[in-house]
DNA sequence: AGGGCGACGCTTTTT
DNA sequence: GCGTCGCCCT
């Protein structure tokens, strides 16, 4: 290890600095990853036994990727560092808790449940409260869910969220106050945790446990954690608690990279690290060693806007390098098409999964994930349905999670939905029936329904298994696979494939427990570091975070998506909607392409409407980019091979490629264009996506009815028709 | 009480 | 294009 040749000065003191708190800037790109690991490497060999190092990251995958580097660094070859405690603030949470669960008041332990399982909790306690019947305005249960787990994560009343952004559900706002309330105590009752307990949890055992706190304390001689800038505020607390003696505690972290606001992580947390430890040494890290000086340029200028915040400049060593590219697809219908010749022309360059498209949304990248189809080109989504998430994986882990905690009720709920005549109501009656200890009830239930009997039977011959959760899980498959013939009688052989690999993965964990938490708080999939082989990668860009591409291409960056339209009324959303378009383009190494269509598609309407450029970027000088029309191949040119529909003034110079736009001028708003098909006529028109149809009526708001020949009758604006004779 | 069917409304990000 | 809800029939 020759710390002064792998490091750059700033990272060298941080590697190297002494004992006391530590507080690390890392701008994106700037090595931060490297210099963990150094530090961590180095705590070793410096005689730190690793038993006393506690490394908090945002996911396994993070930790376990930063241990083996560490290792390696040392000699260990491709193991992990062994001995280090490393894992997600809510897996240490889990561990720890498990482990004092006695003293929490928990003798039977718990389960831990996901969204997907609070919001079914949450339904049944709406209906048991009679709330919302026939009310349609009463907010949906995973609405409810995201609500109560905002305010959680705030620490606020469910009422203050309410007032602040939810304006709208005033009037419910004593109804979900009671149905927070409700919802506490059935996770009581039923010994369930979500992921928000399992922190407050921790912070009540170390707070209360005097002897616990201790003893953690001088077990963890150093704390390191990781993306300082997403966490919260009782995980910051956390942090403060299990802060060891010997003062050792490093924070890393980038508050220009905090993008987990909505979750209720809190940029003060970095900004107050200096003031809760005394002593902190602050240390930034603002060269940057992935993206080109061009790029940086536009990263820097996007921050610029900012407010509060840590300043630094990134700067590169890497001068060369194009500058972004604008793009300017028709609409959001055609970008898609533009995309794919993006992405055609990259890969001459790149293998494919060194090319990534990122977007603000999930579902903004449906129409491209079509095209990709067409193209033949491989493709893999990040931050889609995650492996733990489908259905049919659920179904099967409910039956080894109502061996693991019989009052679960999720896992109940999933197992009777099999049993023929059994619904909502007599599996309430049933699961209350089990609380109690009712035997009688159940004995009666079971006769009534043969299959019933059934069910309970095989879950006594699984009680009665060694727990081993490899056989176990094989039991339950060959058991469900006749259910799952039913419900899925089409995919039921790929659902399939998928319940054999959970089986696989089950067969190395020790312990049912074990496998369920881990099934929950770290989905086996998480995967998303191991690239596919030449695979495109199509990701949002919350699931970017951490990674990089040779290329990059980000979509739909227009006002309403890219700002998000739910983040343009309040000032910290918006900044926060700034500081992920930061992440998204600074993700880029040598090529950044910016998606920024002239119109959006709407479906109801069946009209293209005009949409302005991303603000963020309308505040941009324009020359730190090249801009890119999309090019007429394929779409009706107009004689002069300018579409009249997009008024050259708007853009630079007409063309294919590569023209630069005006010095010193703006990315230009997109205006109302004037109107260019007169009024009083009908006749023949021409439409950049439809091409040539017949206008067979004038309408309200300056539309008019359209028949375009293959595409059938539509209303369009009339500002994006070009008269035809 | 369960289950099937049709209408509606709505779409941000996730440990 | 999806899940959720309510209605109606069994």
Redesign the pocket.
Same mark, same amino acid.
């Given at each position: 290890m020759d710390f002064e040749k792998d490091l750059n000065p700033a990272q060298l003191q941080a590697v190297t600095a002494a004992g006391g708190p530590l507080l690390v800037i890392a701008g994106a790109g700037s090595g931060k990853t490297r210099t963990i690991v150094y530090r961590l490497a180095r705590l070793v060999q410096h005689g730190v036994d690793p038993a006393s190092i506690l490394l908090l990251t945002?996911?396994r995958k993070a930790s376990q990727e930063m241990l083996s580097r560490a290792a390696m660094l040392l000699g260990h070859g491709g193991d992990i560092l062994p001995g280090v405690c490393g894992g997600?603030?809510?897996?240490f949470a889990y561990a720890t808790l498990r482990r004092h669960h006695q003293a929490l008041g928990f003798p039977q332990g718990f389960t831990v449940i996901?969204?997907a399982d609070a919001?079914e909790l949450i !339904?049944r306690i709406?209906d048991s409260l009679e709330l919302?019947?026939?009310?349609?305005s009463f907010p949906?249960? $995973?609405?409810v869910a %995201?609500l109560i787990?905002k305010a959680r994560n705030k620490e606020c009343r469910v009422a203050d969220i309410i007032a602040r952004e939810s304006f709208h559900l005033v009037a419910h706002a004593d109804d979900l106050e009671r149905l927070a309330d409700g919802y506490a105590a059935a996770k009581t009752i039923h010994h369930l945790m979500d992921?928000?307990d399992l922190l407050f949890l921790l912070e009540r055992l170390l707070v209360e446990h005097e002897d616990i706190r201790e003893f953690y304390r001088q077990r963890f001689t150093h704390i390191m954690v990781d993306e300082y800038q997403d966490t919260n505020r009782v995980q910051a607390r956390l942090v403060a608690l299990l802060a060891p003696h010997t003062g050792n505690v490093l924070a890393v972290g980038d508050d220009a990279q905090s993008?987990?606001a909505?979750?209720g992580a809190t940029v003060d947390n970095i900004l107050a690290f200096p003031r809760i430890f005394p002593g902190t040494a602050v240390i930034k890290l603002e060269q940057n060693y992935r993206s080109t000086q061009p790029i940086l340029e536009l990263t820097n200028a996007i921050l610029q806007g900012a407010g509060e915040k840590y300043d630094k400049t990134l700067f590169s060593t890497r001068t060369d390098g194009p500058k972004p590219e604008l793009l300017r697809p028709f609409s959001d219908i055609t970008q898609a098409k533009m995309a794919v010749a993006k992405i055609r022309e990259m890969s001459r360059k790149w293998p494919l999964h060194e090319i990534a498209v990122l977007f603000?949304?999930?579902?903004q990248s449906y129409s491209l994930e079509v095209e990709l189809g067409k193209a033949n080109i491989p493709f893999q989504k990040? !931050?889609g349905i995650?492996f733990s998430e489908a259905a049919h994986v659920k179904d099967v882990l409910a039956y080894p999670r109502v061996v693991a905690n019989p009052l679960d009720p999720a896992a109940w709920t999933r197992c009777l939905?099999f &049993?023929?005549?059994? !619904?909502?109501?007599? @599996?309430v009656k049933l699961m209350e029936a089990v609380r109690l200890g009712d035997q009688a009830a159940i004995d009666k239930a079971a006769k009534k329904h043969p299959q019933l009997a059934e069910l309970f039977a095989f879950l006594d011959t699984l009680r009665a298994m060694p727990p081993h959760p490899g056989p176990i899980l094989e039991r339950v498959i060959a058991h469900h696979t006749p259910h799952l013939m039913e419900k899925y009688p089409d995919d039921y052989p790929r659902r399939l494939t998928g319940l054999e690999q959970l089986q696989q993965i089950a067969s190395g964990y020790a312990s049912l427990e074990a496998l369920l938490a881990d099934m929950t708080?770290?989905?086996p999939d %998480?995967d998303k570091r191991k690239a596919k082989e030449d695979h495109l990668v199509l990701s949002? &860009?919350? $699931?970017s975070k951490g990674l990089e591409w040779s290329a990059v291409m980000i979509l739909d960056l227009v006002d309403e998506r890219f700002p $998000?339209r739910? @983040?343009l009324t309040r000032h910290e959303?918006l900044e %926060?909607e700034r500081r992920?378009l930061y992440v998204a383009c600074t993700r880029a190494r040598d090529y950044l392409g910016l998606f920024v269509p002239e119109t959006l598609y709407n479906?109801?309407a069946g009209v293209c409407s005009p949409v302005q450029p991303s603000l963020f970027l309308r505040e941009l000088p324009a020359s730190l980019c090249t801009h890119v029309r999309e090019s007429l191949s394929g779409c009706p040119v107009p004689r002069s091979g300018v579409p009249a529909y997009a008024p050259s003034s708007l853009h630079g110079p007409s063309g294919s490629s590569g023209a630069a736009a005006p010095p010193g001028g703006r990315i230009p708003a997109c205006e109302p264009a004037a109107p260019r098909v007169d009024p009083s006529q009908l006749g023949y028109c021409r439409h950049k996506i439809f091409g040539r149809g017949k206008i067979i009526a004038r309408l309200e708001d300056g539309k008019c009815r359209v028949n375009f020949p293959g595409f059938g009758p539509k209303v369009i604006l009339t500002e994006y028709l070009e008269m035809e004779g």
């Open positions: 945002f996911t997600t603030f809510h897996a996901d969204r919001d !339904g709406k919302a019947k026939g009310d349609k949906k249960k $995973s609405h %995201e787990g992921y928000d993008i987990y909505f979750r603000r949304a999930g579902y990040y !931050g995650k939905s &049993v023929p005549k059994i !619904g909502p109501k007599t @599996a708080l770290e989905s %998480e949002t &860009v919350h $699931s $998000s739910h @983040a959303d %926060e992920l479906r109801q």
